[in-house]
C-alpha cells in the first residue's frame, strides 16, 4: 500500500512540475501576444501613418504627374521645335558646307592665280631683263653693223678695184703670159726634134725637164684663169637636165676614159636649178680627178647619181631644215685619200701626191667648192686609201 501512495505522489509530483512548465510557458506566450500585439498596435499607427503619406505623396504624385504631363507636352512642343531648328541648323550647315567647299575652291584658285601672277610677273621681270639686255645687244649690234657696213662699202670699193686687177691679171695670163710660154714650149720641142742627135743625153734631159715644166705652167695659167672666171662671172640660174651635162664631160673625156677602161654610170638624175657652164666645170673635174687618181689594178667605176632630200633630215648645221635640197653624190673606187684631209683637199694649191706621178696643179677641187658655194651649197669629200672617194653635194632644189 504504501508503494502505490508513493508511485502517485511521484505522479502528481510530475503532473505538477509539467502543469508548473506548462503555465510558465503560457505567461510566456501571453508575454509574447502581448508584445506582438503592441507591435502590431504599432505597426497599425505607422500603417495608418504610412496611409496618411501615401494619401498625401499620391495627391503630391498626382500633382506632379500633371506638371509631368504638362512638361511632358511642353518637352513634345520643345522636341518638335528642336527638332526644326536642328534641320534648319543642318541645312544651314550643308549650306555652310557648300559655301565653304566653295570659298576653300575660291581660295584654291586664288593661290593658284597668285601663283601664276608671281611665276608670270617673274617671267616677265626676265623678259624685261631679256629685253633691256637685248635692245643693250642690239644698240651693238647696230653699231657693229654700222661698221660692218662702213667696211663693208671700203671692201666692195676694194672688191671693185681687185676684179678690175683681176680682170687685167686675167688679160695679161691669156695673152702676155701665154704667149711666150708657147714660144718656150715650140722652140724646145723644135730643138728636141731638129737637134736631138747632137744634143747630149744630160742636154736632152734638161729640155725634157723645161718642156715639163712649161706645160705645168701652162696648166696652171689654164686653172687660175678658170678659178677667176668663176669668181668674177655673172651667176645666172637655168633649170638643167644634169644627165646632158655628164654627157657633155664623157665625150670631152673620151680618150682618158678608153685609156683607164672606166666605166662611169649616172642614175637617177633630177633636173636642177644651177649655173650650166659653171656645173660642166664642176662636173669635168670631179669625173677627171676621179680618172687620175684610179686604181692601176682594178677598173675604175665612177656612180653618180641624185635625190632631192629635205634640209631637216641632213643633220647639217649648214643647211636650212625648211629648204629641199638637190643632192648629188659622185663616188669612185680610185686610190681615195686618207680621212683627215677630207677638208684640205679643197684649198687652192694643195696636193695630196707626188707631182711627179700624179699631174696638176691643186686647184680642181678649189674651183669644185667655189662652183658648190656659188650655188648656195656645201660639199663634203669622204675617203679611204686605196678604198676610192665620194663627194657629197648639197645646194637648194629651187
Excluded: W
Excluded at 278 to 305: E, G, T, V
Excluded at 337 to 349: A, D, G, K, N
Amino acid at each position: 500500500m504504501a508503494k502505490i501512495k508513493n508511485s502517485e505522489e511521484d505522479e502528481l509530483t510530475i503532473a505538477l512540475a509539467e502543469l508548473a512548465f506548462q503555465k510558465e510557458e503560457k505567461e510566456k506566450l501571453v508575454a509574447e501576444l502581448i508584445i506582438v500585439r503592441e507591435e502590431l498596435a504599432f505597426q497599425k499607427e505607422e500603417q495608418g501613418k504610412r496611409a496618411e503619406e501615401l494619401g498625401i505623396a499620391n495627391i503630391e504624385l498626382v500633382f506632379e504627374d500633371d506638371e509631368k504631363g504638362k512638361r511632358a507636352a511642353e518637352l513634345i512642343i520643345a522636341n518638335k521645335e528642336l527638332v526644326f531648328q536642328n534641320e534648319e541648323k543642318e541645312k544651314r550647315a550643308a549650306e555652310l558646307g557648300i559655301a565653304n567647299k566653295e570659298l576653300i575652291f575660291q581660295n584654291d584658285e586664288k593661290e593658284k592665280r597668285a601663283a601664276e601672277l608671281s611665276i608670270a610677273n617673274k617671267e616677265l621681270a626676265f623678259q624685261n631683263e631679256e629685253k633691256e639686255k637685248r635692245a643693250a645687244e642690239l644698240i651693238i649690234a647696230n653699231s657693229e653693223l654700222a661698221f660692218q657696213n662702213e667696211e663693208k662699202e671700203k671692201r666692195a670699193a676694194e672688191l671693185i678695184i681687185a676684179n678690175k686687177e683681176l680682170l687685167a691679171f686675167t688679160y695679161v695670163s691669156s695673152h702676155d703670159l701665154q704667149e711666150p710660154l708657147r714660144k718656150i714650149q715650140t722652140f724646145v720641142s723644135i730643138i728636141l726634134e731638129n737637134e736631138n742627135d747632137n744634143l747630149s743625153d744630160n742636154g736632152k734631159y734638161n729640155f725634157q725637164r723645161m718642156q715639163l715644166a712649161a706645160g705645168r705652167m701652162q696648166q696652171l695659167i689654164d686653172d687660175l684663169l678658170a678659178f677667176s672666171r668663176i669668181t668674177t662671172t655673172e651667176l645666172k640660174f637655168e633649170k638643167t637636165d644634169i644627165n646632158t651635162i655628164i654627157e657633155e664631160v664623157k665625150a670631152e673625156l673620151k680618150d682618158t676614159i678608153l685609156e683607164k677602161h672606166a666605166t662611169i654610170e649616172a642614175i637617177e638624175l633630177c633636173p636642177a636649178n644651177i649655173i650650166a657652164f659653171q656645173f660642166r666645170q664642176l662636173m669635168y673635174n670631179l669625173i677627171s680627178n676621179a680618172l687620175k687618181f684610179s686604181n692601176p689594178d682594178i677598173p675604175l667605176h665612177i656612180l653618180i647619181k641624185s635625190r632631192i632630200v629635205k634640209g631637216s633630215k641632213l643633220n647639217n648645221k649648214k643647211l636650212s631644215p625648211d629648204k629641199e635640197y638637190c643632192h648629188i653624190t659622185i663616188k669612185d673606187n680610185g686610190i681615195g685619200f686618207e680621212p683627215h684631209f677630207s677638208e684640205r683637199i679643197f684649198e687652192v694649191f694643195q696636193k695630196l701626191h707626188n707631182k711627179e706621178v700624179y699631174g696638176g696643179t691643186g686647184i680642181g677641187l678649189a674651183i669644185v667648192k667655189k662652183i658648190v658655194e656659188n650655188h648656195n651649197g656645201i660639199i663634203i669629200a669622204t675617203g679611204e686609201l686605196q678604198k676610192g672617194a665620194t663627194f657629197d653635194i648639197y645646194f637648194p632644189a629651187n
